[in-house]
């Protein structure tokens, strides 16, 4: 069974930095395509940034240039270092996992709160 376990996650002040890892079990890894979404206080689950197995990157546009989305496969890990946080930037962060299957797998989440 896949699972999915973010850490990293705190309170910074804005200009501040963090950096979460989503640490993987029961999968390939490799082989699939793992990323990060946020969810903020009354808004709809949103993605910040994806990698897929070749190591082609998407990033959302509010979060280009500040965040970097990178994977470790040795260690089944993908980390997103965060740059310059703004207090728009708090949300719970999930992992999330898209194997060969096209199956789908999330982590418990990660608060990231920004502090103006």
């Known amino acids: 069974q896949v699972q999915l376990v973010e850490s990293g996650g705190g309170l910074v002040q804005a200009g501040g930095s963090l950096r979460l890892s989503c640490a993987a079990s029961?999968?390939?890894?490799?082989?699939?395509?793992v990323g990060w979404y946020r969810q903020a206080p009354g808004k709809q689950r949103e993605l910040v940034a994806t990698?897929?197995?070749?190591?082609?990157?998407n990033y959302a546009d509010s979060v280009k240039v500040r965040f970097t989305i990178s994977r470790d496969n040795a260690r089944h890990t993908v980390y997103l270092q965060m740059n310059s946080l703004k207090p728009e930037d708090t949300a719970v962060y999930y992992c999330?996992?898209?194997?060969?299957?096209?199956?789908?797998?999330w982590g418990q989440g990660t608060q990231v709160t920004v502090s103006s």
């Open positions: 999330n996992l898209d194997n060969l299957k096209a199956i789908n797998y």
């Open positions: 990698i897929t197995s070749r190591g082609s990157i």
């Open positions: 029961g999968t390939i890894f490799s082989s699939d395509t």
